[in-house]
């Protein structure tokens, strides 16, 4: 990626990539044609049949076929309903997964927990390395703001996007309160819709907002709003495919990897060293 440091691999990275025939599916596949030196798509998993020309094909009930080719590492952009499927999938061809899917369950992520504890998993609510450096800066900005500054969040998504907030606004939400209960030993609760409420705001809160129209690729902005001024710190993502490279960094790096989850702090720590 233009402005990143890559992470290099000796041979082309085979990758098995679940939801190919979505909307970023067909974005990573893009990126991986792109990049032939690096990487090569070798199969697919969809939730249905979806032919592409020159991959081994696969979908819920038909695993076998998947089990039994050759491939590195397993890319996820689907949701959570073929989850099942990529766990059936990894119990019976162990191999590192990069899941970039948002909205699971309680129950779900502790099966994720669980297949962690064999394999490698790399997991992360948004695959943007933009997202993650924000991240830092606003556990780092809110250290010295909160409480004299009230903390909200802004996100704004297509109006395709099913859930909401969305997961990388919980991301940066919780990241917030962990910080500020470690430093201050303060618990910050989150607020999703104050119109049931009339009463002033308490200070011991992170409001959360969601906008959702169009075909806007990604948002989120972190306010720290003080009584004589306003920081902002904002991420916006100019196009769908900063996620698919992230995704295909997240391959690279997770590739060879005891068992145990990973994520995009992960990521950031190797390529600083780099």
């Given at each position: 990626?233009?402005?990143?440091?890559?992470?290099?691999?000796?041979?082309?990275?085979?990758?098995?990539?679940?939801?190919?025939?979505?909307?970023?599916?067909?974005?990573?596949?893009?990126q991986?044609?792109?990049?032939?030196?690096?990487?090569?798509?070798?199969?697919?998993?969809?939730?249905?049949?979806?032919?592409?020309?020159?991959?081994?094909?696969?979908?819920?009930?038909?695993?076998?076929?998947?089990?039994?080719?050759?491939w590195?590492?397993?890319?996820?952009?689907?949701?959570?309903?073929?989850?099942?499927?990529?766990?059936e999938?990894?119990?019976?061809?162990?191999?590192?997964?990069?899941?970039?899917?948002?909205?699971?369950?309680?129950?779900?992520?502790?099966?994720?927990?669980?297949?962690?504890?064999?394999?490698?998993?790399?997991m992360?609510?948004?695959?943007?390395?933009?997202?993650?450096?924000?991240?830092?800066?606003?556990?780092?900005?809110?250290r010295?703001?909160?409480?004299?500054?009230?903390?909200?969040?802004?996100?704004?998504?297509h109006?395709?996007?099913?859930?909401?907030?969305?997961?990388?606004?919980?991301?940066?939400?919780r990241?917030l309160?962990?910080?500020?209960?470690?430093?201050?030993?303060?618990?910050?609760?989150?607020?999703?819709?104050?119109?049931?409420?009339?009463?002033?705001r308490?200070?011991?809160?992170i409001?959360?907002?969601?906008?959702?129209?169009?075909?806007?690729?990604?948002?989120?902005?972190?306010?720290?709003a003080g009584?004589?001024?306003i920081?902002?710190?904002?991420?916006?993502?100019?196009?769908?495919?900063?996620?698919?490279?992230?995704?295909?960094?997240?391959?690279?790096?997770?590739?060879?990897?005891?068992?145990?989850?990973?994520?995009?702090?992960?990521?950031?720590?190797?390529?600083?060293?780099?």
């Open positions: 990626m233009e402005g990143t440091k890559q992470l290099s691999n000796p041979s082309p990275l085979r990758i098995l990539l679940v939801g190919a025939s979505g909307h970023m599916g067909q974005i990573v596949t893009e991986i044609r792109q990049q032939s030196e690096q990487y090569r798509l070798a199969a697919i998993l969809n939730g249905h049949q979806h032919q592409m020309e020159g991959v081994v094909q696969g979908w819920p009930g038909n695993l076998q076929t998947l089990a039994d080719c050759e590195d590492v397993l890319i996820d952009f689907s949701s959570p309903a073929l989850l099942p499927a990529i766990c999938l990894l119990t019976r061809h162990p191999a590192p997964a990069v899941l970039a899917t948002t909205g699971y369950s309680q129950d779900e992520l502790a099966s994720l927990k669980q297949l962690a504890r064999t394999l490698p998993l790399f992360s609510a948004n695959m943007s390395l933009g997202i993650h450096v924000m991240q830092r800066l606003i556990t780092q900005a809110a010295y703001l909160y409480p004299a500054y009230d903390i909200e969040i802004v996100e704004a998504h109006r395709r996007k099913v859930d909401a907030p969305s997961g990388t606004a919980l991301l940066l939400a990241a309160q962990d910080e500020i209960c470690q430093t201050q030993g303060t618990d910050l609760t989150l607020t999703f819709d104050r119109s049931l409420v009339r009463q002033a308490p200070a011991a809160e409001g959360i907002s969601s906008i959702r129209g169009g075909n806007i690729v990604g948002e989120h902005a972190v306010i720290f009584q004589a001024d920081l902002t710190i904002k991420h916006s993502a100019l196009s769908r495919s900063v996620f698919a490279q992230g995704a295909l960094n997240a391959a690279a790096f997770i590739i060879n990897r005891e068992a145990g989850l990973y994520s995009m702090e992960d990521l950031l720590d190797q390529l600083a060293k780099a």
